[in-house]
C-alpha cells in the first residue's frame, strides 16, 4: 500500500500518489477497462481521484464507481466553467456547477473543491470565492482550493480564503518550492503534471507538444538519470517535499498506474540526487515559470 499524508488542516488524509482521472473520460476506452483500472487504484491504496467537467465521461464514470464506496475515496473535481446558459467565472456558476457535479457524482459531497485556472481579476471581486465558501458552509463541498499558476496563484495563496492548492511541480517545474512551499502555513498542496508529461521519452524537441518547454528546460539542466529511470526520479523527487499532500498521475493504463505506484513505494529520492535535480534547476532557471 501507498503512503498517506495529510491534506492541510483538513480532517482527512489523501493518498501521496493520486490518480488523474482525464483519461478514463475518453469515450474510445470501454466502462470494462475504466471500471478495472479504478478498481486497481483503489485496491492498491489510491485514494485520491482528481476530476474535472470537462474530462469528457471522466465524472460520470467515477461517479458510478464511488456510489457503494463513497467512505474510501477523496474526490477532487473543478469549477467556475462549464455550466450551460450561466457565464463562466461568476458565483452562480460555481454554485450551480457544484449541484451539477453532486448529480453527476452520485454524492452527497465533494472532499475538494477546486477553481481551475480561474484569472486573478476573478479572484478578486470576490463572488466565485464566496460561492465556494458557502457550498462548504452547507456541507457540500470540504474543502475549497485553487488550482492555477502564477499571479492569479500568488493572489490566492495570499487571500487567506483556501484551504489548500494544486499547482504544477516537477523536476524541470520547481518555482512552487520558493513561491509557495514558504507560504501554504499548513494548507494543502496537490502537484499536476509531477512526471513532467514524461519528456524524456522523445529523443528530438517535441516541436508544438504540450511538454515542449520541458523538453527545453531538461536539456539545459543536463542530468543524467542517475540509478534509476526518469519516471522513478522525477515521482520520487516530488515525493521528496514534506508539505506536500500528493501527486496526480494522469493515465488510464493499468500498468502505467502500478508502475508508478511501485515508484512510490521506493521511497524519496537520496538527498544527494535531491540537492543535484534542485540545483540544476536553479542555476538554468531563465523565466522559468509555471506550466499551466
Known amino acids: 500500500m501507498i503512503g498517506r499524508r495529510a491534506y492541510g488542516l483538513c480532517d482527512f488524509l489523501v493518498s501521496e500518489v493520486g490518480l488523474g482521472a482525464a483519461q478514463i473520460g475518453n469515450p474510445q476506452l ?14 492498491s491504496g489510491v485514494t485520491l481521484f482528481d476530476t474535472a467537467p470537462s474530462y469528457g465521461h471522466s465524472e460520470d464514470r467515477l461517479g458510478k464507481f464511488i ?25 452562480p456558476c460555481v454554485s450551480a456547477g457544484i449541484d451539477q457535479a453532486l448529480k453527476v457524482l452520485r454524492t452527497d459531497f465533494i472532499d475538494i473543491a477546486h477553481l481551475h485556472s480561474c484569472p486573478q481579476v476573478v479572484l478578486e471581486e470576490g463572488s466565485v470565492i464566496e460561492a465556494l465558501a458557502d457550498a462548504r458552509r452547507q456541507g457540500k ?9 502564477g499571479d492569479a496563484l500568488a493572489f ?4 487567506g480564503e ?39 521519452r522523445h529523443q528530438v524537441q517535441p516541436i508544438g507538444e504540450y511538454g515542449e ?40 493504463n493499468s500498468a502505467h498506474l502500478l508502475e508508478a505506484l511501485s515508484w512510490s ?9 535531491t540537492s543535484e535535480i534542485r540545483d540544476a534547476f536553479e542555476k538554468n532557471d531563465v523565466d522559468w515559470v509555471g506550466q499551466v
Open 30 to 43: 470501454d466502462d470494462r477497462s475504466v471500471a478495472s483500472l479504478l478498481d486497481l487504484a483503489l485496491e
Open 67 to 91: 456510489q457503494h464506496k463513497r467512505h474510501k475515496i477523496i474526490v477532487s473535481t473543478k469549477f467556475g466553467y462549464g455550466v450551460d446558459g450561466i457565464a463562466d467565472w461568476t458565483g
Open 141 to 149: 463541498v470540504r474543502a475549497i482550493a485553487y488550482s492555477g499558476d
Open 156 to 159: 490566492a495563496l495570499g487571500c
Open 162 to 200: 483556501f484551504d489548500g492548492f494544486m499547482a504544477s511541480f516537477n523536476v524541470c517545474d520547481q518555482r512552487v518550492r520558493r513561491e509557495v512551499f514558504p507560504v501554504l502555513a499548513g494548507r494543502g498542496f496537490i502537484a499536476k503534471r509531477p512526471l513532467a508529461n514524461s519528456v524524456w
Open 213 to 252: 518547454p520541458y523538453w527545453l528546460r531538461l536539456q539545459k539542466m543536463r542530468l543524467s538519470t542517475g540509478d534509476c529511470g526518469w519516471g522513478e526520479t522525477a515521482l520520487r523527487f516530488v515525493l521528496v517535499e514534506p508539505t506536500l499532500s500528493s501527486a496526480i498521475v494522469g493515465t488510464g
Open 265 to 273: 513505494k521506493a521511497g524519496v529520492l537520496p538527498p544527494a540526487r
